[in-house]
């Protein structure tokens, strides 16, 4: 029965368009739509019914590392919500559930807001391009229309560590590896060791976490390859901030080097609600690698990026506040969306005053 009520629960979820499902004890099965929460005119879940549905999607290896490590990320693709990231954590000695629906397409540059300039970060033969933002700000999606850019325009090989996988390319032009973390391999470390002896031209972090990620994946950069990551910072600056600040002494000198000469680009994103409340609108903000900005990094001068990112507009890039207040101004946006989330809300007052 409780497998049935699963089945009912994704194939509403799916109905409402929402991004995803949480079953959490004691709550109707709520759905996330446009960014909110929408709990649904359903009875509570009980401790047995989540039980049930959890083990439901687990495999014997699955369940036995969800009881030893107490929490769990997986992909799967269910036969009525399609592919799924299914996320499984304990509340009260019982597992919760919280699944994101991964879609079945790629959308276009326009569909998703994306800018002109993202794709000749796409057509860079190598070097770095870091995805960055909240949880929930649409990383993921825009890493996978990159991916498929590169999939339908070049002959090479693109090799992907996801944690876990959430879209699956076909091979177009190129050959795509998708390596899943706890599946095809053991953690996102030894796999970029061992992924630059697979002949990759491009390779494919889900998210740089830590010293020997980042170490890796900027070498990878330095030595021929594209590296398409991702990361958890709200802007270019703290990113790079982020990455120099995981090393210390020489080594943080080192990486700073690296940075300044492997970067090709930063996108910063988040998904703001629509003026209509009927979707979310994307806002970004998009540093290009050109001799200023690398000589920034070079001399760990990181606070005048804001004023390069100002200035540099003839080489596409774009600050948060400037594309916030054109947002506002196209009516895609509330002001006070606009404002609220402006690193300088003066700027955004002073502007629509």
Not at 319 to 328: G, Q, R, T, W
């Amino acid at each position: 029965m409780s497998t049935e009520s699963l089945n009912r629960f994704l194939s509403a979820a799916k109905d409402f368009d929402a991004s995803d499902l949480h079953l959490v004890v004691g709550v109707p099965p709520a759905f996330r739509v446009n960014g909110e929460i929408i709990i649904a005119d359903e009875d509570v879940i009980t401790e047995v019914q989540l039980t049930t549905m959890a083990n439901s999607l687990l495999n014997d290896q699955q369940q036995r590392k969800f009881e030893q490590d107490w929490e769990l990320c997986i992909s799967l693709l269910h036969s009525v919500a399609g592919r799924v990231r299914a996320t499984f954590y304990r509340r009260n000695g019982h597992p919760e559930l919280s699944l994101r629906f991964c879609g079945e397409r790629i959308a276009t540059r326009a569909e998703l807001g994306l800018p002109d300039r993202i794709d000749e970060l796409a057509h860079k033969p190598n070097g770095l391009v870091l995805i960055t933002g909240p949880t929930g700000a649409g990383k993921t999606t825009t890493l996978n229309y990159l991916v498929d850019v590169i999939n339908s325009e070049r002959r090479c090989k693109i090799v992907t560590i996801e944690d876990p996988i959430e879209f699956v390319h076909q091979n177009k032009r190129a050959i795509v590896v998708q390596q899943e973390v706890l599946t095809d391999v053991r953690s996102f470390n030894r796999a970029l060791v061992h992924v630059l002896r697979q002949d990759p031209d491009v390779i494919v972090v889900g998210e740089m976490r830590d010293f020997e990620a980042i170490s890796t994946a900027l070498t990878a950069a330095e030595t021929g390859h594209l590296v398409l990551a991702t990361m958890h910072s709200p802007n270019v600056s703290h990113a790079l901030e982020r990455i120099i600040g995981v090393f210390e002494g020489s080594a943080q000198r080192q990486i700073i080097l690296q940075l300044s000469n492997a970067l090709q680009g930063i996108i910063a994103q988040d998904l703001l609600p629509a003026t209509d409340r009927s979707r979310r609108v994307l806002a970004y903000e998009l540093l290009t690698a050109n001799g200023a900005v690398r000589n920034i990094i070079r001399e760990n001068q990181l606070h005048h990026l804001e004023n390069t990112l100002q200035t540099g507009r003839k080489d596409g890039m774009v600050l948060m506040d400037n594309c916030l207040y054109d947002l506002y101004c196209k009516c895609l946006i509330s002001y006070d969306t606009a404002v609220s989330r402006a690193r300088h809300p003066d700027r955004i007052i002073r502007q629509g005053a």
